[in-house]
């Protein structure tokens, strides 16, 4: 189709991809189009975002299917999901070939946790790269902050702060972490994984009064922090499971939650409209040159 080629003419300018190249990204956007409630063109859109992010050619065919798959999950916009997985692939150190484990465990924290995609990338935006930490320990995080409504920026903005205080400490903050035994490093000097910052949290700080709690996550934390990190120690065991659970077993998360949202009569019609758009456009790609030989004249 037309609009095809001229999406992915903007792919091609953008990547400086080769001519076997566009080849390879063009037959991707359109299985992909074929097989998922996306079109082959809105399969190019994500193609142009991940080449904005500086993706070449495998990169991109590798992190296609994930972030389509986590788009379609999620039933949010395909370019704003694009551009949430590029940027907090970077900020996580993670390369473009794990972005589907970074889409399965996005979708288990937005659907076992009360947030979703779009939150969770404006608190990574904001909190992003911290500390070399896991893009699973930190959904956790994320995941158990959203349940008491302390989500997006807010959230973000309440762990890097948190983080930053805990890594340099006041006098006062020191104080108090030591006497609840809090630190971000192992004894040896070597930093925790942020699991083990939360389990040491929930332990230290969990079994105290409310009063104490406050007062505690106040001096750590920060007065506009503590709020959200309470939120963590307070969670409840089940809570914490359901989220740790669902974001430590997440393989395939996406893919399967994506298949379930088309596995209905409207799903049907859905990928009737993909699969027709897919030979309209293969017809079409047949004669394209002919038309262009004609309005070329």
């Given at each position: 189709s037309r609009e095809l080629e001229a999406q992915m003419s903007t792919v091609k300018a953008i990547s400086n991809a080769t001519t076997e190249d566009m080849t390879r990204l063009t037959d991707m956007a359109k299985h992909m189009g074929a097989t998922?409630?996306?079109?082959?063109?809105?399969?190019?859109?994500?193609?142009?975002?991940?080449?904005?992010?500086?993706?070449?050619?495998?990169?991109?065919?590798?992190?296609?299917?994930?972030?389509?798959?986590?788009?379609?999950?999620?039933?949010?916009?395909?370019?704003?999901?694009?551009?949430?997985?590029?940027?907090?692939?970077t900020a996580f150190n993670m390369?473009?070939?794990?972005?589907?484990?970074?889409?399965?465990?996005?979708?288990?924290?937005?659907?076992?946790?009360?947030?979703?995609?779009?939150?969770?990338?404006?608190?990574f935006q904001n909190v992003a790269g911290t500390l070399g930490y896991s893009v699973e320990d930190m959904s956790l995080g994320i995941g158990l902050m959203a349940n008491a409504s302390v989500k997006a920026e807010t959230a973000g903005t309440s762990l890097k702060t948190a983080l930053a205080n805990m890594a340099k400490p006041t006098k006062q903050m020191q104080a108090?972490?030591?006497?609840?035994?809090?630190?971000?490093?192992?004894?040896?000097?070597?930093?925790?994984?942020?699991r083990e910052v939360i389990d040491n949290l929930r332990s230290g700080l969990g079994g105290l009064s409310k009063t104490e709690k406050t007062a505690a996550a106040t001096a750590i934390f920060g007065k506009e922090s503590f709020a959200g990190?309470?939120?963590?120690?307070?969670?409840?065991?089940?809570?914490?499971?359901?989220?740790?659970?669902?974001?430590?077993?997440?393989?395939?998360?996406?893919?399967?939650?994506?298949?379930?949202?088309?596995?209905?009569?409207?799903?049907?019609?859905?990928?009737?409209?993909?699969?027709?758009?897919?030979?309209?456009?293969?017809?079409?790609?047949?004669?394209?040159p002919t038309f262009r030989a004609g309005t070329q004249q």
């Amino acid at each position: 189709s037309r609009e095809l080629e001229a999406q992915m003419s903007t792919v091609k300018a953008i990547s400086n991809a080769t001519t076997e190249d566009m080849t390879r990204l063009t037959d991707m956007a359109k299985h992909m189009g074929a097989t998922t409630k996306f079109t082959a063109v809105e399969a190019g859109k994500a193609l142009e975002y991940m080449a904005m992010a500086g993706w070449k050619t495998d990169q991109m065919l590798g992190g296609l299917p994930g972030i389509m798959n986590l788009a379609a999950a999620s039933g949010e916009d395909l370019g704003q999901v694009s551009d949430i997985v590029t940027d907090a692939l970077t900020a996580f150190n993670m390369t473009a070939d794990q972005s589907g484990r970074f889409a399965d465990v996005l979708a288990q924290a937005s659907s076992n946790a009360n947030t979703n995609v779009s939150m969770m990338g404006a608190t990574f935006q904001n909190v992003a790269g911290t500390l070399g930490y896991s893009v699973e320990d930190m959904s956790l995080g994320i995941g158990l902050m959203a349940n008491a409504s302390v989500k997006a920026e807010t959230a973000g903005t309440s762990l890097k702060t948190a983080l930053a205080n805990m890594a340099k400490p006041t006098k006062q903050m020191q104080a108090y972490m030591d006497k609840y035994g809090i630190s971000l490093t192992n004894a040896d000097g070597s930093m925790k994984t942020f699991r083990e910052v939360i389990d040491n949290l929930r332990s230290g700080l969990g079994g105290l009064s409310k009063t104490e709690k406050t007062a505690a996550a106040t001096a750590i934390f920060g007065k506009e922090s503590f709020a959200g990190m309470l939120a963590i120690v307070n969670a409840s065991d089940a809570d914490f499971k359901k989220v740790s659970d669902a974001v430590n077993n997440a393989a395939g998360a996406a893919e399967r939650m994506a298949a379930i949202k088309l596995d209905n009569l409207e799903g049907d019609v859905t990928l009737l409209k993909s699969a027709t758009d897919g030979l309209q456009t293969a017809i079409g790609d047949a004669l394209l040159p002919t038309f262009r030989a004609g309005t070329q004249q």
